[in-house]
C-alpha cells in the first residue's frame, strides 16, 4: 500500500471517528434524586438466662425431682438426672428461620450403662430430637434439658467413671424458611 492510500485510509478513520461522537455532546442535561432510606439489617441473637440446674428426675428413690449438685453427688446405676437451662432466642427480619441445636458436648464415650440425651423446647413446644425451629418476631423462651441416665448395671460396672458434659453448646443458626 503507498504512502497516499495508507494517508486517505487514516483520514478517513478519523471522519468516521468524529461523526460517531458527534451526537454524544449535548447542551441539555436532567438528573434527579431519590431517597431511598437506609437499609438495616435483621438480628439472631441466643442469650442465657436464669440459673442452669442438675435435678435428680428418678422416677424411684430418694432425691427424685429435686436439686443435685455433680460435684457432691454421685450418680449411681437406676439414676437419671436432668441439666436444665434457659435461653432467650431473637430471630429478626424477612426469609429469616433459625435452627436451635443442643451439642450434649460428650467427651468420648460415656461409661458402660449411662446415655445421654439433649432435646430442646421453644416457647414451651418440644420437638423430636435436639433440633428444634423459631421464628421471627417476638422473643423465644429456649429451654434445653440434657438427661444422663444411668442403666441398671452390675458388678463394679462403671464405678468412678466421669460423664464428661462440660462442653455442652446451645447453637442457634439461620435458616432459609
Do not use: C
Amino acid at each position: 500500500m503507498n504512502r497516499n492510500a495508507k494517508g486517505a485510509l487514516a483520514a478517513g478513520a478519523a471522519v468516521v471517528v468524529l461523526l460517531g461522537g458527534a451526537g454524544s455532546y449535548a447542551l441539555w442535561s436532567d438528573s434527579a434524586s431519590n431517597t431511598p432510606g437506609n437499609v438495616t439489617t435483621g438480628e439472631l441473637k441466643l442469650t442465657a438466662s436464669g440459673t442452669p440446674a442438675w435435678k435428680d428426675i428418678s422416677t424411684d428413690g430418694v432425691v427424685g425431682g429435686t436439686t443435685v449438685n455433680p460435684l457432691t453427688d454421685f450418680l449411681v446405676p437406676k439414676d437419671t438426672w436432668e441439666y436444665t437451662s434457659t435461653y432467650t432466642a431473637v430471630a429478626t427480619g424477612k426469609n429469616m428461620n433459625a435452627q436451635v441445636t443442643v451439642n450434649p458436648g460428650t467427651g468420648g464415650t460415656p461409661p458402660t450403662g449411662v446415655t445421654i440425651t439433649p432435646a430442646a423446647s421453644v416457647d414451651g413446644t418440644a420437638p423430636t430430637g435436639s433440633v428444634v425451629t423459631i421464628t421471627p418476631g417476638t422473643p423465644h423462651t429456649v429451654v434445653v434439658k440434657v438427661t444422663v441416665a444411668f442403666s441398671d448395671v452390675t458388678g463394679t460396672t462403671s464405678q468412678n467413671s466421669a460423664v464428661n458434659v462440660s462442653n455442652m453448646s446451645v447453637s442457634l443458626n439461620q435458616v432459609r424458611p
